[in-house]
């Protein structure tokens, strides 16, 4: 358990950088996360012929992790079309209400009983949310777009969890990225379409940043997870990412001075998912202690 917290905290600090390298990368939100998951199943694909690593995987299972590989697809696109409409921090903070998504969602799935502590923790960080979207009306759509991220991104991490033993998880990184990438293809076409305007051919400074966000920020910080999947929940895992936010947050404060367009209700707002955050940890390590 310890060194399970310990990969899921690194993979968390990884993606805390997610949203700064969507300002760096100048690409609308499809083409961004259409080349992220290209070149990540092209990476992934390298790395297991070089292993030599076989593909144990049932065909059925090959289809249920592509259709997981749709959703983290678009749980990216509604995750960078919120960075693009309003701005990282917001982005990233409403992504805290993955943590509610999945206590409310992982029994049912899971056909068990909901832990009431694990519902107010997530109506916790909910509540920090509202308190942002109901103060700061400019960024309503953005947080709007986030909310949706989160949504999707429960989905997926608890359809991971559920499954996490049917194959190595390199394998299974490649069959998601894959499947997401797959997506991407048939959508952008009629993107581009409706997006005339819309950027997607990267320049030179965009492709090193996509490689950064593909190498770092998704080969090794989805192995790290998964991996620590093996061992914790859905619902801790998705509680903990809410700390991807506070990395990421501190990140826009310095290199973009977002802190200059939030008022006091974005800091209320922190202080609840915080919160909420700091209490599931202190229960995750008295339960391993115990």
Not at 55 to 82: D, K, Q
Not at 91 to 108: D, H, I, N, R, Y
Not at 139 to 155: E, H, V
Not at 185 to 195: C, E, G, H, K, S
């Given at each position: 358990?310890k060194q399970?917290?310990?990969?899921?905290?690194?993979?968390?600090?990884?993606?805390?950088?997610?949203?700064?390298?969507?300002?760096?990368?100048?690409?609308?939100?499809?083409?961004?996360?259409?080349?992220?998951?290209?070149?990540?199943?092209?990476?992934?694909?390298?790395?297991?012929?070089?292993?030599?690593?076989?593909?144990?995987?049932?065909?059925?299972?090959?289809?249920?992790?592509?259709?997981?590989?749709?959703?983290?697809?678009?749980?990216?696109?509604?995750?960078?079309?919120?960075?693009?409409?309003?701005?990282?921090?917001?982005?990233?903070?409403?992504?805290?209400?993955?943590?509610?998504?999945?206590?409310?969602?992982?029994?049912?799935?899971?056909?068990?009983?909901?832990?009431?502590?694990?519902?107010?923790?997530?109506?916790?960080?909910?509540?920090?949310?509202?308190?942002?979207?109901?103060?700061?009306?400019?960024?309503?759509?953005?947080?709007?777009?986030?909310?949706?991220?989160?949504?999707?991104?429960?989905?997926?991490?608890?359809?991971?969890?559920?499954?996490?033993?049917?194959?190595?998880?390199?394998?299974?990184?490649?069959?998601?990225?894959?499947?997401?990438?797959?997506?991407?293809?048939?959508?952008?076409?009629?993107?581009?379409?409706?997006?005339?305007?819309?950027?997607?051919?990267?320049?030179?400074?965009?492709?090193?940043?996509?490689?950064?966000?593909?190498?770092?920020?998704?080969?090794?910080?989805?192995?790290?997870m998964l991996?620590?999947?093996?061992?914790?929940?859905?619902?801790?895992?998705?509680?903990?990412?809410?700390?991807?936010?506070?990395?990421?947050?501190?990140?826009?404060?310095?290199?973009?001075?977002?802190?200059?367009?939030?008022?006091?209700?974005?800091?209320?707002?922190?202080?609840?998912?915080?919160?909420?955050?700091i209490i599931?940890?202190?229960?995750?390590?008295?339960?391993?202690?115990?």
């Amino acid at each position: 358990m310890k060194q399970s917290l310990i990969q899921l905290h690194i993979s968390v600090l990884l993606a805390g950088f997610t949203g700064i390298l969507g300002v760096f990368i100048q690409l609308n939100e499809l083409p961004l996360v259409w080349y992220r998951m290209g070149i990540t199943a092209i990476t992934l694909l390298i790395i297991l012929l070089w292993r030599k690593q076989t593909f144990a995987i049932t065909p059925r299972n090959i289809l249920l992790f592509l259709g997981i590989g749709v959703l983290i697809a678009l749980h990216w696109v509604f995750f960078y079309a919120s960075i693009k409409l309003a701005n990282v921090s917001i982005g990233l903070v409403c992504f805290a209400a993955t943590s509610f998504f999945t206590a409310v969602l992982e029994p049912l799935f899971n056909r068990k009983k909901a832990h009431a502590v694990e519902v107010g923790l997530g109506l916790l960080s909910l509540l920090g949310i509202y308190i942002i979207f109901q103060f700061d009306v400019k960024f309503r759509t953005g947080i709007l777009f986030g909310l949706g991220s989160a949504l999707i991104a429960a989905l997926f991490s608890i359809f991971n969890k559920k499954n996490i033993h049917k194959a190595a998880p390199q394998t299974i990184m490649l069959i998601e990225m894959t499947g997401g990438f797959l997506l991407l293809t048939i959508l952008l076409p009629f993107y581009l379409q409706q997006n005339p305007t819309s950027k997607w051919i990267p320049t030179m400074p965009d492709l090193f940043w996509l490689l950064i966000l593909a190498w770092l920020c998704t080969v090794l910080a989805m192995e790290l997870m998964l991996k620590a999947l093996r061992n914790i929940s859905a619902f801790t895992q998705n509680l903990t990412l809410n700390l991807e936010p506070v990395y990421g947050i501190l990140l826009a404060f310095v290199l973009f001075h977002e802190n200059k367009y939030l008022n006091s209700s974005f800091y209320w707002g922190i202080f609840c998912i915080a919160l909420s955050v700091i209490i599931q940890m202190r229960r995750v390590n008295k339960l391993y202690h115990t």
